[in-house]
């Protein structure tokens, strides 16, 4: 089996310009704060504590509580099971669709009309 590449040059060269981008805007206003005359050093100290004391003291809190639940519940070795068919989506529209052939579709093509919404199987 063949496997396509998640995405095509071109799509990764739009992501590395966008990433770069944002790297540029984030060290340009370092330097705009660096730079200016009137820095306001207590909002400043703020902003420092909080990207690196605050937001990895979140994250590892965060971290911790997984690893407890993990060693509580042990690994998850299924998915939760849950209602396969359903008549009403959660804007109230009413569901029409052939379950049982849409589990083999490559494809699935969502048809929203004013009243319901429509799976259909795409080949």
């Given at each position: 089996?063949?496997?396509?590449?998640?995405?095509?040059?071109?799509?990764?060269?739009?992501?590395f310009?966008?990433?770069?981008?944002?790297?540029?805007?984030?060290?340009?206003?370092?330097?705009?704060?660096?730079?200016?005359?009137?820095?306001?050093?207590?909002?400043?100290?703020?902003?420092?504590?909080?990207?690196?004391?605050?937001?990895?003291?979140?994250?590892?809190?965060?971290q911790?509580?997984?690893?407890?639940?993990?060693?509580?519940?042990?690994?998850?070795?299924?998915?939760?099971?849950?209602?396969?068919?359903?008549?009403?989506?959660?804007?109230?529209?009413?569901?029409?669709?052939?379950?049982?052939?849409?589990?083999?579709?490559?494809?699935?093509?969502?048809?929203?009309?004013?009243?319901q919404?429509?799976?259909?199987?795409?080949?």
């Open positions: 089996m063949v496997r396509k590449p998640l995405s095509s040059k071109g799509r990764k060269l739009v992501h310009l966008m990433l770069a981008g944002g790297w540029l805007l984030f060290f340009s206003a370092w330097w705009r704060v660096l730079t200016t005359q009137r820095i306001n050093f207590p909002i400043l100290g703020w902003l420092i504590l909080g990207a690196l004391i605050i937001i990895p003291l979140i994250t590892l809190f965060w911790r509580h997984n690893l407890h639940l993990y060693k509580r519940k042990g690994p998850r070795l299924n998915l939760r099971r849950v209602e396969e068919h359903y008549e009403h989506d959660w804007q109230g529209l009413q569901v029409r669709a052939d379950w049982a052939g849409l589990r083999a579709a490559h494809r699935i093509e969502i048809a929203l009309e004013p009243d919404k429509r799976y259909l199987q795409r080949s």
